[in-house]
């Protein structure tokens, strides 16, 4: 089992920035690829980008170019999500999960999810 618990979501304004962080305790962390997706209200789950277990690699879906950036602490059994430039569109709730390949999109593919961190932007 892995438990991932979601921070750093919150209310801000459109053109801010937020990192979420998703801390990581049980089985090795190193070994999985990470993911985050976001749901807004009424919306599907989607991927937002994904990194793998070394963290050599990462992959965003081609909405989230540029504005998203994930990245992983290994040493700290973290992975965490940079936000710029925020959109009211970013406002969701975003989850991270352990998985076995960056570029899984599809919820279903990962193994353990978090609790989610709710970002909120106010225009």
């Known amino acids: 089992q892995v438990q991932l618990v979601e921070s750093g979501g919150g209310l801000v304004q459109a053109g801010g920035s937020l990192r979420l962080s998703c801390a990581a305790s049980g089985r090795t962390f190193s070994n999985y690829a990470m993911g985050w997706f976001r749901q807004a209200p009424g919306k599907e789950r989607e991927f937002v980008a994904g990194?793998?277990?070394?963290?050599?690699?990462?992959y965003y879906a081609d909405s989230r170019q540029g504005r998203f950036t994930i990245s992983r602490d290994n040493a700290e059994n973290t992975v965490y999500l940079q936000i710029n430039s925020l959109k009211s569109e970013d406002t969701a709730v975003y989850y991270c999960a352990a998985g076995s390949s960056p570029y899984s999109t599809v919820s279903r593919l990962y193994y353990y999810w978090g609790q989610g961190t709710q970002v909120t932007v106010s225009s």
């Open positions: 990194i793998s277990a070394s963290g050599g690699i990462t």
